[in-house]
C-alpha cells in the first residue's frame, strides 16, 4: 500500500490556506520527500504530531525517510530541504539519505567530466540542481556535519542516465532505483516538460503504483510502464487560463485530466493550485468534465 501526505497545495506562492509544494509517500519499506518547498519542516513536525493520533497510519519518523525526490529545482519545490536534512541530524540520524533530481544535459555531461566538485560554468542558473546540491553541501549538508551519508543522485532524464555521489565515488547508475535498505519498492524518474530540467516520480510497489508528476506542461508526462494506480499531477490554472499555462509550461486540471488518460491511470488527484484559485472546486469540474465519470 502507499500512502501520500500532501503537505503543500498551493503553486509559487503560498496563501493564507494553502502551503507550497511538500509530499510524505509512505510504503511499508519506509518513506520518501517529495519536494520540500518553503517551510517543509514545520509541515512535517505538524503532519507527524496530527498521525500519532489516527489509529492504523503509518508514523511519520524521519529516521525512516530513505530518499528525497526532487522534481525540478525552482524553489518552492526544494528550499525547505536544507533545514529537514539539518534538523534530521540534530535528532540523531544516521542511516544513509538519497536525494534525487533531473539536471540538463550539459550540466550532466560537465560533472560527469569535471567530477562533483568541479567548478560550475559561470551561466548555470540559480535552478540547477547541481548547482544547489553544491550549495547545500556548502551550508552544512556533508557527512560530517550532519552525522549521517548523503548520497546525492543527478540525471539526465531525457537520455535515461544517472550518476551517484557519494562522499569515496562517483559512478554511473540506472535510472530506476531503491533506496538503500529497501526491497520490495522501486523509484523512476519520468520525463516531463517544464521550463527547467524537470519530471516526474513514478514509485510502484507488489500490488499498487503512483506517479507524482511535479511541475509540467500537458501533455507532458512521458511513460511506457502500465497505468499508475493514482497520477497526483499539477493543475495550477483553469482552461480559460490556458494561455499562461502554455506560457510558463505548467497544466490546467483539464490538461491534468488528459495527461491521466494518456497514462491510463486509475484515479487521479491535482495540487499545485495557482494563488488566484480560493478553492479546488473550480479545478476539480474542470477535470472531471473531461474524464465524463471514468475516473474517480
Given amino acids: 500500500m502507499l500512502d501520500l501526505h500532501v503537505l503543500g497545495t498551493a503553486s509559487a506562492r503560498p496563501t493564507t ?3 507550497v509544494s511538500g509530499s510524505v509517500l509512505a510504503c511499508p519499506d519506509g518513506l520518501v520527500i517529495l519536494d520540500p518547498g518553503e517551510g517543509f519542516q514545520d509541515r512535517f513536525t505538524v503532519a507527524r504530531r496530527h498521525l500519532k493520533t489516527e489509529p ?3 508514523r ?7 530518499a528525497i525526490l526532487l522534481t525540478h529545482g525552482h524553489l518552492d ?3 525547505g530541504l536544507l533545514p529537514w536534512l539539518q534538523t534530521s541530524g540534530l535528532d540523531g540520524r544516521e542511516e544513509p539519505l538519497t536525494v534525487a533530481g533531473p539536471v540538463g544535459t550539459t550540466t550532466f555531461e560537465h560533472v560527469l ?10 551561466d548555470l542558473p540559480a535552478s540547477d540542481l547541481w548547482r544547489q546540491m553544491r550549495v547545500w553541501r556548502e551550508l552544512g549538508a556533508t557527512n560530517d556535519l550532519l552525522g549521517y551519508p548523503i548520497i546525492w543522485r543527478l540525471g539526465d532524464v531525457a537520455t535515461g542516465r544517472w550518476l551517484t555521489i557519494t562522499a569515496e565515488a562517483m559512478t554511473e547508475s540506472s535510472a530506476a532505483w531503491t533506496p538503500e535498505g529497501w526491497s520490495n519498492h522501486v523509484l523512476t524518474p519520468l520525463v516531463s516538460h517544464h521550463s527547467v530540467p524537470s519530471c516526474g516520480w513514478r514509485i510502484d510497489g507488489p500490488t499498487t503504483s503512483m506517479v507524482v508528476s511535479g511541475d509540467t506542461a500537458s501533455p507532458g508526462l512521458l511513460g511506457t510502464a502500465p497505468g499508475p494506480d493514482v497520477l497526483v499531477h499539477e493543475a495550477t490554472y483553469l482552461e480559460e487560463h490556458a494561455d499562461r499555462a502554455d506560457a510558463h509550461l505548467h497544466s490546467t486540471a483539464a490538461g491534468a485530466a488528459r495527461t491521466a488518460q494518456h497514462l491510463g491511470a486509475r484515479s487521479l488527484a491535482l495540487t499545485h493550485f495557482s494563488a488566484r484559485l480560493s478553492e479546488a472546486g473550480p479545478s476539480l469540474a ?10 474517480p
Avoid at 567530466?113 to 559561470?122: A, D, I, Q, V
Wanted: glycine share 14%.
Fill in 77 to 79: 519545490h526544494t528550499w
Fill in 56 to 58: 492504523g497510519t503509518p
Fill in 17 to 19: 490556506k494553502r502551503a
Fill in 60 to 66: 511519520l519518523r524521519s529516521r525512516r525517510v530513505a
Fill in 113 to 122: 567530466e569535471h567530477g562533483f566538485e568541479g567548478t560550475p560554468p559561470g
Fill in 286 to 295: 474542470e477535470a472531471r468534465t473531461v474524464l465524463d465519470g471514468t475516473l
